[in-house]
């Protein structure tokens, strides 16, 4: 994962995003991507899901780099809280208690 993960990056220097991009428009891309999600999944086209999930994180990846972190420090930090968190299903979403 390390070694594609440090590809993705590669990629994202070669096509110029770190020079002439913006933190904003990579989140702009990032909604793109999981607005192609919604949809992959609305038509269940299990191809189009996967395609999109693997976009969805190329953006996370390069936003990480963006913001002088990295994809597994955020993951982490998200992990560290959720995994402490209690909570409930409604209407099949987890509910975090207040």
Same mark, same amino acid.
């Given at each position: 994962?390390?070694? !594609? $993960?440090?590809?993705v990056k590669q990629?994202?220097?070669? &096509?110029?995003?770190?020079?002439?991009? @913006?933190?904003?428009?990579?989140?702009?891309?990032?909604?793109?991507?999981? @607005?192609?999600?919604?949809?992959? $999944? +609305?038509?269940? =086209?299990?191809?189009?899901?996967?395609? +999109? $999930?693997? =976009?969805?994180?190329? @953006? !996370? $990846? !390069?936003?990480?780099?963006?913001?002088?972190? @990295?994809?597994e420090v955020c !993951?982490?930090?998200?992990? =560290?809280?959720?995994? &402490?968190?209690?909570?409930?299903?409604?209407?099949?979403?987890?509910?975090?208690?207040?």
């Amino acid at each position: 994962m390390n070694e !594609l $993960i440090e590809q993705v990056k590669q990629w994202g220097s070669d &096509k110029g995003i770190f020079e002439h991009s @913006t933190p904003l428009k990579q989140h702009v891309k990032t909604q793109e991507e999981v @607005t192609e999600l919604l949809e992959a $999944i +609305a038509d269940g =086209d299990e191809h189009e899901i996967k395609d +999109a $999930i693997g =976009d969805i994180v190329v @953006t !996370l $990846i !390069l936003q990480a780099e963006m913001q002088g972190t @990295t994809l597994e420090v955020c !993951l982490q930090q998200a992990y =560290d809280v959720i995994s &402490k968190r209690n909570g409930k299903m409604v209407n099949g979403l987890f509910v975090k208690e207040s």
